[in-house]
């Protein structure tokens, strides 16, 4: 299987809930990358965390990284209707890039 | 704007007839890389490429070739598409970020081809 797999695979939830996906991976890695794609769009590239941090915020985006673990997090907080889409890892490192599967994330209003 | 275009963004096809879709950025990145999406295989890299005349495989590069001429262009092509190849294709740049090993994506609005 690739590296980065996410957990899960779909989740629904209601809008101002939080919506928690986790994300597994084999290899080092310098940093981890979160991308957000609505239905066959592009992907969108929301935050990037290193491998020497262990926690990073942005708006309503939440991002742990556990290296001893291999995982990673994010936690989409207060969600709303507009976060409906899917979420993948991926690790990147200097052009060779790998994208996990990915969860899809409904979110009901 | 900064952006990443493709073109086509849909092209239907026939096996074995020569193709090619092309990929621009206007923002000066090294760094670019082409995707192929499908259903439950989440996205796979197909190619990238670190700087002008500097490519290398990804993880799924049979039968694709791509070229980095200049530094704004990096098409994929298809010698002899099969209908394996239907994907939807997904061109992307990249920065290092901050001056440190770390690179943000920016990725194109997607191709869709299918081959019959």
């Known amino acids: 299987s690739q590296q980065g797999e996410e957990d899960p695979q779909a989740l629904s939830i209601q809008e101002g809930e939080n919506a928690t996906m986790n994300c597994s991976y084999k290899?080092?890695?310098?940093?981890l990358q979160w991308y957000r794609q609505n239905s066959g769009r592009g992907l969108v590239h929301l935050i990037l965390?290193?491998?020497?941090?262990r926690e990073k915020h942005s708006g309503r985006l939440r991002v742990t990284l556990d290296t001893s673990k291999k995982s990673s997090s994010l936690l989409i907080t207060a969600s709303r209707a507009a976060d409906t889409a899917s979420y993948f890892c991926?690790?990147?490192?200097?052009?060779?890039?790998?994208f996990g599967d990915g969860t899809t994330l409904t979110v009901k209003p | 704007e900064a952006q990443v275009t493709q073109n086509p963004r849909y092209l239907i096809t026939v096996t074995g007839k020569k193709l090619t879709v092309t990929c621009s950025q206007n923002?000066?990145?090294?760094?670019m890389s082409w995707y192929r999406q499908d259903p439950g295989l989440g996205l796979r890299q197909i190619y990238y490429?670190?700087?002008?005349?500097?490519?290398d495989k990804g993880d799924v590069p049979e039968g694709y070739k791509v070229s980095r001429k200049e530094k704004r262009n990096f098409p994929l092509i298809l010698e002899s598409p099969s209908p394996n190849q239907t994907s939807l294709y997904f061109c992307?740049?990249?920065?290092?970020?901050?001056?440190?090993?770390?690179?943000?994506?920016?990725f194109g609005p997607g191709t869709r081809l299918t081959v019959t």
């Open positions: 490429s670190m700087n002008v005349e500097v490519t």
């Open positions: 965390i290193r491998s020497n941090e």
């Open positions: 991926a690790s990147y490192n200097a052009g060779k890039s790998t």
């Open positions: 923002m000066n990145h090294e760094y």
């Open positions: 290899t080092s890695i310098n940093n």
């Open positions: 992307a740049s990249s920065f290092r970020v901050r001056g440190r090993n770390a690179y943000e994506q920016y």
